[in-house]
Each structure stands twice: as structure tokens, then as C-alpha cells.
């Protein structure tokens, strides 16, 4: 693959990509047009193929995902919030627990250094864990390969248990209008994702580039400033290009270099799944939400992967997207101590 010329390769992945794509969606499956870019980016990346997609695009995907999300954002979700914030407090801080137990099992039952084990089972947003992880001494490569692993798992799962969940209700979906007429709200739509994502790079915030436009475009939408408007078409794009970001970072050589605990962090991903999941399911017995938000709300997926199953499904956006910002945010404030302690004390005692 790598001796392709890169038009070519190109055209491979933009061909598999939408035939896989239109092919999940056939089957109405969540986020179709990202697993499909996702799973063919991975297949490729692993054939040896040289692409890859710069930051800039895949900032500026994110800033698009939040002006997705400002659109379904509701402030009714305060007062549940509020009614119950002790429950949801108490599940962000048992998904630290959960993440925290998972790293220092993978470390201890592994050859990874504390700081690799701990940062690459963080589950806050991906690019943000990679991007803090080299402050502290881990390896950058292992914990990227680690985060969007676990990204490609939840994905995944996510993807089936809302179409599980979904049922015969995806037979009867609007049509999708892909090219809608377009007005200045498109164009206030654009510049509001600009400079979100702008000063979201400026302001050195973790997922800063998803985070403001969605805060910034919610208060315009509800208020009704201006009604937010994001083409099915840019979206697609969007979609396609956070898969392709993902998926091409499996590369041979990290691959190779990750093989020999890769059954330890399968387990470790897969573990994390199945306790978040528990919570969830305890979450709906205590919370009037489905159980399709509150296990998107829990999945310990990046910020935009979740926002993009939420979108296709029907579940609660503001709910998931509460939890998903309030968990990140606590992962930054008290992921450096639980690295720490990760790497102090979850090292095989030597015989």
C-alpha cells in the first residue's frame, strides 16, 4: 500500500469508505459514517498506507460535531442535573474508580510503565489524554495506541446497543434531506465554529475545539439569537474525517510495538465497558432516563465519538453531553493524581 501513489490511495479510502458507510446505514446503524471511514482508515493504516489527516482538519471536524450538538441542546436537563446531583456525582467519580482500577490492572499484569498504563486508560477525550500524557513521563505512541483503541471498541459497542435498542423504530426515521437551502445562518454556523475552535486552541482547553462552539451555539440557539445550522452534507464529512483521524492511526510499527500486552489492554478496554455499563443500567433504575442515554452517558469514549452515536440515535443529547463534559473535566483535575499513584504502586513486585 505504501508504494501507492497518494491520489490513490486517497481514492481507496474514499471508495471503501463510503460503500461500508452507506452499507452500516443500510442497517440503520448509528454513526454509520463513522465506523465505516473508521474501519477502513484502521484496515489501511495496517496495510501501510502513508495518509494521514492533519490536526487543523481534525480540529476544525470537532468544531463542526459541537455546533451539531448546540442544536439538541436543552436546558431543561439543568433541573435533573441538579434533582440528582448527588447519583451524578457519585458516577463520574465510580468511572474514575473504574478507569483508575483498570490502568492499575493492566500495569501490574503487564510490561507498561505506570504512566503509559495509567494515562492510556484515562477515559477522558482522547486527544487531550495523549496530549497530557508526555508531561508525565509516559509514551506518547503506546498511550495514542491505547486511547484510540479503546475509542474503536466503544465505538463500536455504542453503535450496536443503539441499534439494539433502537429496534423497529429506526424502520420509521425521517428522510434525510442532504442538500437543504442554505442561508447567512450557515454562514454564522461556520464562523462560530472558527473561532471556537480558534480559541479553543488558544486557550489550551481539552477539547476546547468541541467544547465552545457547543456552549457558544446552544445559548445563541436556545435563546434564539440565531437558529444554528449544520448541513447533513458537512456533517458527513465531519463524520468521515474524525473515523479516517482515528483509524489511519493504527499504524505497523505501533502495532508491533503494542502486540505483546495487547491482550492485557483488550481485556483492560473491555473491562472498563462492561463497568461502565453496570452503571448505566444502575443509573436508570434511579434516574428517568432510557437506558440508551445513560450507557452513552457513562461510555468512556472521546467527547465527539459519543456526541456522534448520541446524534443517530435517540437518546437524551443534553443528558449524555452533561456527563461526557463533567467526567472530562474531572478526569483533567484528577487524572495527574491517579497516574501517580498508578505508577507508585501498581508495578509487579520484582521476584
Same mark, same amino acid.
Given at each position: ?21 452507506? !452499507? ?16 477502513? *482508515? ?50 463520574? %467519580?465510580?468511572?474514575?474508580? $473504574? ?20 494515562? *492510556? ?6 486527544? !487531550?489524554?495523549? !496530549?497530557?500524557? =508526555? +508531561? ?38 425521517? +428522510? ?40 457558544? =451555539? ?5 435563546? *434564539? ?5 449544520? /448541513? ?30 495487547? /491482550? ?20 436508570? %433504575? ?9 450507557? %452513552? ?24 453531553? $452533561? ?25 509487579? /513486585?520484582?521476584?
Amino acid at each position: 500500500m505504501k508504494h501507492l501513489p497518494l491520489s490513490l490511495q486517497w481514492l481507496i479510502l474514499l471508495f471503501f469508505s463510503l460503500a461500508l458507510g452507506s !452499507a452500516l446505514q443500510l442497517y440503520h446503524l448509528p454513526a454509520a459514517l463513522l465506523l465505516g471511514p473508521m474501519l477502513v *482508515g484502521v484496515v489501511m493504516a495496517l496495510s501501510g498506507s502513508t495518509l494521514h489527516i492533519s490536526p487543523k482538519v481534525f480540529i476544525a471536524c470537532q468544531a463542526v460535531i459541537g455546533c451539531m450538538i448546540a442544536l439538541v441542546l436543552s436546558p431543561s436537563i439543568l433541573g435533573i442535573l441538579v434533582s440528582y446531583w448527588w447519583l451524578v456525582v457519585v458516577v463520574v %467519580l465510580m468511572t474514575l474508580v $473504574a478507569s483508575g482500577l483498570s490502568g492499575f490492572l493492566l500495569v501490574r499484569f503487564s510490561s507498561l510503565p505506570g504512566p503509559t498504563g495509567a494515562w *492510556g486508560s484515562s477515559p477522558g477525550g482522547a486527544s !487531550a489524554m495523549v !496530549a497530557m500524557a =508526555g +508531561e508525565f513521563g509516559a509514551d506518547v505512541r503506546l498511550v495514542a495506541f491505547m486511547q484510540y483503541l479503546r475509542v474503536l471498541f466503544v465505538a463500536a459497542a455504542a453503535a450496536m446497543v443503539a441499534h439494539l435498542s433502537l429496534g423497529a423504530q429506526n424502520n420509521a426515521s425521517a +428522510e434525510i434531506i442532504w442538500f437543504p437551502s442554505l442561508d447567512y445562518r450557515f454562514a454564522a454556523t461556520l464562523i462560530i465554529a472558527a473561532v471556537g475552535a480558534w480559541l479553543g486552541r488558544k486557550l489550551h482547553i481539552p477539547a476546547g475545539a468541541l467544547l465552545i462552539p457547543m456552549l457558544a =451555539g446552544a445559548m445563541l440557539h436556545i435563546t *434564539g439569537t440565531l437558529t444554528i445550522q449544520v /448541513p447533513q452534507w458537512l456533517l458527513a464529512l465531519a463524520y468521515a474525517f474524525i473515523g479516517w483521524s482515528v483509524g489511519l492511526r493504527f499504524t505497523p510499527a505501533i502495532v508491533l510495538q503494542a502486540l505483546k500486552t495487547l /491482550p492485557q489492554m483488550v481485556a483492560s478496554i473491555v473491562g472498563l465497558i462492561l463497568l461502565c455499563s453496570v452503571m448505566a443500567w444502575i443509573m436508570t %433504575l434511579l434516574l428517568p432516563v432510557s437506558l440508551l442515554t445513560a450507557y %452513552l452517558a457513562t461510555s468512556p469514549g472521546g467527547l465527539d465519538t459519543v456526541a456522534i452515536i448520541a446524534a443517530g440515535s435517540h437518546a437524551d443529547m443534553s443528558f449524555v453531553m $452533561a456527563m461526557q463534559s463533567l467526567r472530562l473535566l474531572s478526569i483533567l483535575l484528577l487524572g495527574p493524581a491517579i497516574a501517580r499513584f498508578i505508577s507508585r504502586n501498581a508495578a509487579p /513486585p520484582v521476584a
